[in-house]
């Protein structure tokens, strides 16, 4: 009697350590009864999900021979903080029948796909030294509006009185490094070119083909000056502020500016202490002004260089006006150089299909090349920023027009705060944003706001999960995304994320 009393005993506790073996496989995912997630007509899924919140998705039965692309992505939503975070997602692919999994021959690789043949990237998207200069210019910016007491605008920044120049007549320029440089050196050019809205000057060192300055002169009189404004300013130039020395033209100076082209070439730059006296910034050349390469001018393609007029003009614009909408303590050259992307391709100089900055084909420094490792919102001074932020700025622009770019332009509020409070929730906007990055085929009408009018060449950077490889760790910065390919099964597919942040979740079905 007590020997079968202890088998009954081992037999039950046999029977639940079984179950309890059963339950721990499956108590970190999620429940069979969860309800499917629901898709809009397009196909897509969004969902945020707070950082105490289980951040499980039910996706259905995906058919065999179709696919989802899940995106994850953090969203602090703090362009001051460059947070990375440590995260983990698993799949479930539940069938009562195991044997009925089509496994994937796609192993754990990460995957650029080409959607078609592509060209090889400009030169000009691989310049390193430009990154480093513009990152420079718009924490200069900041520091210089943060260090300003205005009600307005700056005492010291208003308009000087007007200096005008003609033909041939000599100016020595200052090619200062920063505003608190006390001796900066020194070049004299002489005026080449007045047209309608620019002096155009040329160091005395160097000669620049006679057709290449009329070209510059007519584009940006007929092309670049009216569309830049157009678009970015809210004033007449010569009453906004943005004419500084009070002679209705912008100072284009071509000169060198760099002499070692090993991290890439400087084409050119707008510098905002410029706008101030020299009274206050002995650096300053007292002028509304750009400055050009005159090395980038004679081995780039013209188109490249008159890219960069519209570019750093765009900067001129914004900085005042951030200076008349009192914007002083907002991080925002994210929004800052997507716009000058935009300002470039609104002129014609430029084709976001192709910009190695969105995708290296050649290298590793695009933004598809490995977007969870790249924050939209912080600058971390590094090309695949320009792929971001110009990306972001177009599907911005494409969704919303110029109205948006005005109410940025324009207001004391963070762009991320002023699209959340006159447009729609950033993080649900940036969210479609993420998985358009993805789907966009601008031949199928069904996608609707997931699409660009121009066809992106690859796909970002994905991980395919799998029976076989159901389980990825990853890291990931903040506005970051992480990008999976699930491919059908014909069972019921669910997925959970351990991630320790606010994080946002969009799943595209291919067979909805």
């Not at 943005?242 to 000169?255: C, P």
């Not at 976001?352 to 290296?360: E, H, K, L």
């Not at 590793?364 to 924050?375: C, M, T």
């Not at 942040?501 to 909805?512: A, C, F, P, Q």
Request: hydrophobic share 35%; proline share 2%; aromatic share 14%.
């Amino acid at each position: 009697m007590k020997k079968n009393s202890i088998i009954i005993i081992l037999a039950f506790m046999l029977i639940l350590g079984g179950c309890s073996s059963s339950e721990n496989s499956n108590s970190d995912f999620i429940s069979e009864t969860k309800p499917i997630i629901e898709y809009n007509s397009a196909g897509v899924y969004k969902g945020i999900f707070s950082v105490d919140e289980s951040k499980e998705v039910n996706l259905g039965t995906i058919a065999k021979g179709e696919y989802a692309v899940v995106a994850v992505s953090p969203l602090d939503l703090n362009p001051g903080l460059n947070k990375i975070f440590d995260g983990q997602i698993e799949v479930d692919f539940s069938a009562e029948n195991r044997d009925n999994i089509v496994i994937s021959s796609s192993q754990n690789i990460n995957n650029n796909q080409k959607k078609k043949s592509r060209s090889i990237s400009n030169k000009v998207s691989n310049n390193l030294e430009q990154v480093k200069v513009d990152a420079q210019m718009r924490q200069f910016e900041n520091e210089l509006i943060k260090k300003q007491e205005f009600f307005k605008k700056p005492k010291n920044m208003v308009a000087i009185q007007s200096t005008t120049y003609s033909l041939g007549d000599q100016k020595e320029f200052k090619l200062a490094d920063d505003y608190d440089q006390e001796n900066p050196p020194t070049i004299t050019a002489s005026v080449k070119r007045i047209s309608k809205h620019a002096y155009i000057f040329v160091d005395d060192n160097y000669y620049i083909a006679s057709s290449k300055l009329d070209t510059f002169a007519a584009e940006f009189d007929n092309q670049i000056f009216a569309t830049d404004m157009d678009y970015f300013a809210n004033y007449d130039y010569n009453s906004g502020g943005y004419d500084f020395d009070s002679n209705e033209k912008v100072i284009i100076l071509i000169t060198e500016l760099d002499n070692d082209p090993k991290d890439g070439t400087l084409m050119g730059y707008f510098a905002p202490w410029d706008l101030f006296s020299e009274k206050d910034y002995v650096a300053s050349n007292q002028a509304d002004m750009l400055y050009i390469n005159s090395w980038a001018v004679d081995n780039y393609e013209l188109n490249q260089n008159l890219g960069t007029l519209a570019h750093e003009f765009q900067h001129l614009l914004f900085f005042v006006e951030k200076v008349n909408a009192e914007r002083r303590y907002v991080e925002d050259t994210w929004i800052n150089e997507g716009f000058s992307g935009l300002a470039e391709y609104l002129n014609g100089y430029y084709s976001y299909t192709g910009d190695a900055r969105i995708i290296d084909s050649e290298g590793e420094s695009g933004y598809f090349n490995y977007p969870q490792g790249e924050s939209l919102l912080y600058w971390n001074s590094q090309l695949s920023d320009y792929g971001a932020s110009n990306l972001f700025a177009y599907y911005l622009y494409q969704k919303y027009g110029t109205e948006v770019i005005k109410d940025i332009m324009t207001s004391d509020q963070d762009p991320i705060d002023l699209i959340s409070n006159q447009y729609e929730g950033f993080s649900k906007l940036f969210l479609d944003w993420a998985i358009t990055n993805y789907i966009t085929d601008n031949s199928n009408n069904r996608f609707g706001q997931y699409n660009y009018p121009m066809q992106l060449e690859y796909y970002p950077n994905y991980v395919t999960l799998n029976e076989s490889y159901n389980r990825d760790d990853f890291t990931i910065n903040d506005t970051g995304v992480k990008y999976y390919l699930i491919n059908g099964s014909g069972v019921n597919t669910s997925l959970k994320i351990n991630l320790s942040e606010k994080t946002g979740i969009v799943v595209y079905r291919s067979d909805l």
